[in-house]
Structure formats: C-alpha cells, structure tokens
C-alpha cells in the first residue's frame, strides 16, 4: 500500500516521457509503475489527460525576506510558486537587511523563514566586497551558491571588481563553492548612466542603450576568462542575448567550468515591450530586439542555457513609474515572474517550438537541482527523490491576468500574455500545496542545506 497514487499520467522524466503511475511513500517517489501493474493507494489522484513533471527548482528568486518585505515576502511569494508549478525556490542574497554575507545572518534568516514558505527553499550567500572571510562559513551553514554583482547593484550590496573576482574565484574553488554572476560592465554601464543623467536622456530608449548588449558580452568574457584561469565552478546570471550565449556555448566547448541561465522574459519578451510599456518592463540586463529574442531560443535547444529562472524580483507599482526627473533610470528593475515561469515555458517550448516535455523538465527542474547541489532529492521524478510534483493540464487554455497573481503586489509584466498548458496541482514531498485555488493552511516548506555541491544527505531538513 502507496500513501499517494498518481495514475494515468504522462510522467516527464528524464529519458523521456511515459505512460504509467507516480507511487508515493512517506514523501519520496517510490516506483514509477507501468501501465497495468496493479497497485493501492491510501490516496489516489487521477491524471488522466494530464502531464506529471517534476516540481520546478527555480534558482533565481528576490522574496526579499527580511528587510524589503513591503516589495515581496516568503508567504506570498511561495504561494505564487507553488501555484504556478514550483516546489523550490533558491532564494537571492540581496534586498535582504542585512545582506547574507555570514553564516549567522543566514541563520537568524533560516529560523526567521520557518513556517513561512509553501515551497522548500535553498538560500544564496552573498559574494561582496566585506565577506571574504565568511565565504568558508557559509559554504558550510548551506550556501546552495555565491551571488556577485559586477555592475553597480545599488544600495545595500557591494560590487566585486575583476582583481577581487578572480581572488574569491580562487577561494571558493578550493572550497568547491559555485559563484553566479550579474554580467554587465561596470564601467560601461557607470558612464553611460551618469551622461545620460546630466543631459536629461532618461527615456527607455536611453536605458536600452546604456544597457548595451556589449556591456553583458564584455562582462561575459571577463568572468569565461577568470573561470578559465581559476578552474572555479561559475555560473552566469539571467543571459539575455544569443551573443552572450554564444560566448557560453564556445567555452563550454573548451571545457570551461561554466553554468548559465536564462529567463522566460528574455525568450517572451522584446524591447519593444520596454519602449511601449515604459518601467513595468524594465529589468537588468534588458529585454533585447524581436530577432535576439528569436535566435535565443537556438541556446536553450543545444543545452548551452542550462536552466530557466524567473528572476523574480517585485517592487510596489509606484516603484515602476518611469516619469520621475530621472526617467527610466528612476524605475525599479526586476520583473515579478515565478508565478507564470512553468506555464509560459510549457506553452513556449513544447506548444510554439514543438520539442520535448522533457526540454521543460530539465531547464525548469533537473537541471537546476544538479548544479545547485539538490539533485538526488529534487529535479526528476525518479525513485528516492522527493515527491515533488506538479500536474499540468496540456489543453487547459490561460491568459495571465493580475487578479490571479498571488505576489503581495499583483502585477507583471506577463500580464496579456496567452498560451495553453497550466499547472492544476502541485504537490511537495507527496502533500498538496496548490488545486483549484487552494493552499495547505500550514506551510510545509523547508529550508534545504547545500554542503559544497551536494545537499546534505545527513540533515533531516
Ligand atoms: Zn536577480
């Protein structure tokens, strides 16, 4: 006798997708039984019609918990997940107060999260100028990776510039730490600001073009250089143009150490949505021309993008109002998107490009788990992994609207878009966390220690 039988599913695992049941005890995958094989469960669901996938491991997450909870918050940031497919969310180390530059902010934020999140989460530590001697620490409390700035980000976070990266980079390989990068130059991206600034150009168009495709290859190569030096594991942060890719592809190629991600705004959205739609669009780096766009698909296909992210990262809507002295440049720069990460990406990859369910696991869950330390209990629907699940109805027809969205602030820049193949039901560790509307009145979500690459398999987390 099973807890939980999932059955008449297509199971999206990693080797294809297959008819059959998903079996369920004490919160692990069990079997995956072929058609026809007998078996009993204390629960039942039927799938029939249905796609079974993994639960999203979204790696990219701003729930801005503690310190910027008037933006978002874990309980209304999990919901959103949880709703749209995402059962891990790996939660960014800045518009934190204070930043997770040490083992015990991390701490006093790990027990400040309990009984908040929907989802499990794994945390981000900080990559900053004032850490260097915490990196150690934190690798060792459960940092999942290591977020650095090469451009200015703003207040409460300091930058790195190469000479200090290619140090940490040396640190955190002989701790067999993982860096992810914010690729865009520094300098370039400082001096264009500042003249357009003083001329007055703040217009999207003047945003669009300090934020230049050059400035994030030239970041791109800075870092591909240092990895190349170092042998340190590096991963590039939220790649927006098939130019940038095609630096990762031929380093990949030369074996370079390298991971990268891409966002479903970065293959949905355009600069046309910036220049028209003004601040509700603006994110860092940009959305890029109509043919960028187009051509980025080409590096998600070939594997050279490893994962898909929604760099969610809200604000209030006033902090998108683009009319200030400032323009553009005044505007708050993220986007709200874990909501709707699985579902675009569904309609996007297996309805509009016609390739495989299973492209969609590995960019939204396998690979995320593996190079975040967590494959082995998250990322695949395979026996001895978490039952982390999520049923996605392939014909049921969706427009995004705000009134949907579960963000403490309901608005996106997806709002509008259309497609068809939507979430009906997650599950975490075989519970439900989300059908038709409803949430589980206690959150279950867990905080998942990640110990140098690998989740640790002695914590009961
Ligand atoms: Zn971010």
């Not at 497919?85 to 027990?111: W, Y």
């Not at 150690?136 to 700035?149: D, I, T, V």
């Not at 999207?204 to 934020?211: A, F, S």
């Not at 028209?276 to 766009?293: T, Y």
Request: with cysteine; net charge neutral; aromatic share 8%.
């Amino acid at each position: 006798m099973f807890d939980l039988l999932v059955k008449n599913g297509r199971l999206v695992c990693s080797d294809g997708v297959k008819e059959g049941s998903l079996a369920v005890r004490d919160g692990k995958i069990v079997a995956l039984l072929p058609v026809g094989q007998e078996a009993e469960g204390r629960k039942v669901v039927d799938a029939a019609g249905c796609y079974v996938l993994p639960g999203a491991v979204d790696d990219h997450v701003h729930f801005n918990e503690p310190g910027y909870t008037w933006r978002e918050d874990f309980r209304h940031g999990s919901r959103a997940a949880a709703k749209g497919g995402v059962t891990t969310v790996i939660d960014m180390p800045m518009q934190n107060l204070p930043p997770v530059s040490s083992a015990k902010i991390m701490q006093k934020k790990i027990a400040l999260l309990t009984g908040k999140s929907l989802v499990d989460y794994a945390l981000w530590g900080a990559l900053i100028r004032s850490n260097r001697d915490k990196l150690s620490e934190l690798q060792a409390h459960g940092a999942a990776a290591f977020k650095c700035f090469m451009c200015d980000p703003g207040k409460d976070y300091t930058d790195l510039r190469l000479g200090e990266i290619a140090d940490r980079l040396n640190l955190l390989k002989s701790i067999g730490g993982l860096a992810g990068f914010h690729c865009e130059d520094y300098t370039l991206l400082k001096k264009g600001k500042e003249d357009c600034l003083s001329k007055g150009k703040v217009s999207p168009q003047d945003y669009l073009t300090v934020h230049s495709v050059e400035a994030e290859r030239r970041a791109v190569s800075d870092i591909i250089r240092l990895a190349k030096g170092t042998g340190a594991r590096v991963h590039i942060c939220h790649v927006s143009h098939p130019l940038v890719a095609e630096l990762i592809r031929q380093a990949k190629e030369e074996g370079v150490n390298l991971t990268a991600e891409t966002c479903m705004h970065y293959l949905l959205l355009t600069e046309e949505d910036l220049l028209q739609r003004g601040g509700i669009c603006k994110c860092s780096p940009p959305l890029r021309s109509r043919e960028a766009v187009k051509q980025l698909w080409e590096y998600v296909a070939d594997g050279t993008l490893d994962t898909i992210c929604s760099d969610h990262s809200p604000c209030q809507l006033a902090e998108k109002d683009d009319r200030g002295p400032k323009g553009i440049f005044g505007a708050w720069g993220g986007l709200s998107g874990v909501q709707n990460s699985l579902q675009s990406a569904w309609d996007y990859i297996v309805n509009q490009k016609q390739a495989s369910p299973v492209l969609v696991a590995r960019c939204l869950a396998e690979n995320p788990a593996r190079i975040f330390g967590l494959y082995g209990h998250k990322g695949e629907l395979k026996a001895g992994f978490d039952a982390d699940f999520v049923i996605l109805d392939p014909e049921k027809k969706w427009q995004i609207e705000a009134m949907d969205l579960e963000y403490l602030h309901k608005f996106s820049a997806f709002c509008g878009l259309k497609g068809k193949g939507l979430p009906v039901a997650t599950y975490l560790r075989g519970e439900c966390i989300y059908k038709q509307n409803k949430f589980p009145t206690y959150p279950a979500g867990r905080f998942l220690p990640v110990m140098g690459g690998v989740m640790d398999e002695t914590c009961d987390y």
